[in-house]
């Protein structure tokens, strides 16, 4: 079962989270044959960090907890809230294995979050820009709660555009990068 997980930061926590950074690292090479994708969000100054998104194949809902509330960085505060949802691989691939490579260009996670009937389900057309694309659902997968996606695009807006944006109660766009030391 993948996983999509999105730590997000507590404003004031940068000198945690860089003490941390090992700890942080190491906790993730534990499962670094689990990863599908990974790395930090940023604030508009491009530097900052603001959070971190992992994606996670894991076999069950249980697990993923623990993986994401055993995190180094949550345990010692540095996350003030997780986003985390089963999450369906339509691309079928790592991050590491996105054509694009892992620099150059502008990196984004969009996530829509929504409600009812379910919409983006199917890779969109203009796929040469996404890195990891799929639908948020429910912990037994029944139910639709949105889309996640990483995208390297030209700008926000553009990155924003892989989404229907009627189809959701808001959409976030955040600047992010390819994380980790695989």
């Known amino acids: 079962m993948e996983f999509f997980c ?16 090992e700890d942080h690292w190491s906790y993730m090479d534990q499962y670094a044959e689990e990863l599908i994708a990974r790395g930090p969000t940023f604030a508009a100054d491009g530097e900052t960090p603001t959070g971190s998104v992992h994606i996670v194949d894991l076999p069950d809902p249980a697990a993923a907890r623990a993986f994401a509330f055993d995190e180094p960085n949550y345990q010692a505060g540095a996350y003030r809230d997780v986003l985390l949802r089963r999450w369906r691989n339509t691309l079928g691939r790592t991050m590491w294995d996105f054509p694009g490579g892992a ?13 009812g009937q379910a919409a983006d389900l199917d890779v969109p057309p203009t796929r040469d820009g996404l890195i990891a694309y799929g639908p948020l659902l429910s912990d037994d997968g029944t139910l639709w709660l949105g889309t996640a996606a990483l995208v390297m695009a030209p700008d926000p807006a553009t990155a924003r555009a892989v989404l229907t944006p009627e189809r959701y109660a808001g959409i976030e766009v955040h600047d992010w990068e390819f994380g980790g030391r695989r």
């Open 103 to 115: 620099t150059g260009g502008n990196r984004y996670l969009v996530i829509g979050l929504g409600s």
């Open 6 to 21: 999105y730590h997000r930061d507590r404003p004031g926590s940068l000198t945690l989270r860089e003490k941390l950074t």
